[in-house]
């Protein structure tokens, strides 16, 4: 069936290193890809999307890219700070059907000073 | 405004007992959703509302009943909870998966059953 795999956590970096976080999916049809944010104690929040192959979704300083050729939308950030300590999700809809908005299982991630 | 919203926040209660958590949201969307979270924080969909219709039902025990009284809100009751119902319960809404829109979250409910 339709799903998203991601990395498994939990993740640990220092300060100003760089993040990737791995996300791949398996779906039939033309889904829409998002990253959501869970920050401690507080409900999810869209990151970022992309709606269609090769669209680059961007957002405070976090960048993913639609790469329908290898089923993947990997979540990368140049320099991460102790705030962007949250868990990450990698999620799907599709466009042709009142179905769903599946989500992967989640990345913990933990930025030390 | 708070675009959805859950309560309670918190939710403390004994096995056997009844619950509902209350969800509204006014973004005018067509689509709702409960979601369960695990202690892993893997998410869960339990069901979905597309206009008042069910839409998606898992495979979730059937002493949870959503119900949705209009376009903005979608309930959930839970009857004879049970210890393994424990969990953090997420309400969202969006335009409707068709668009290939994105949803919003309310805040969850943490659901502690003892």
């Known amino acids: 069936g339709d799903s998203v795999t991601q990395m498994e956590g939990p993740v640990t970096l220092s300060e100003e290193a760089f993040l990737t976080i791995n996300c791949t999916y398996t779906a039939t049809g033309y889904p829409s890809l998002f990253w959501y944010v869970q920050y401690p104690g507080e409900g999810l929040q869209l990151l970022l999307k992309a709606t269609k192959a090769d669209d680059k979704g961007s957002n405070k300083g976090f960048e993913a890219t639609y790469r329908k050729e290898t089923t993947s939308f990997h979540l990368e950030k140049g320099s991460v700070q102790v705030s962007d300590s949250a868990v990450y999700f990698c999620a799907l809809s599709w466009k042709t059907s009142y179905d769903k908005v599946i989500f992967g299982p989640g990345t913990s991630l933990s930025v030390i000073p | 405004d708070t675009a959805v919203s859950q309560t309670p926040k918190y939710l403390v209660t004994q096995m056997g007992n009844d619950k509902s958590i209350k969800c509204e949201q006014n973004l005018g969307h067509d689509t709702m959703y409960w979601y369960k979270q695990d202690s892993k924080k893997f998410l869960k969909i339990m069901f979905s509302y597309n206009n008042k219709e069910l839409i998606i039902n898992e495979t979730v025990p059937n002493r949870f009943s959503p119900k949705s009284p209009d376009k903005a809100h979608l309930n959930l009751h839970i009857n004879s909870l049970e210890l393994g119902d424990s969990a953090v319960y997420f309400c969202?809404?969006?335009?409707?998966?068709?668009?290939?829109?994105?949803?919003?979250f309310g805040q969850g409910t943490r659901l502690t059953v003892v």
């Open positions: 969202a809404s969006s335009q409707g998966p068709r668009t290939g829109a994105e949803a919003f």
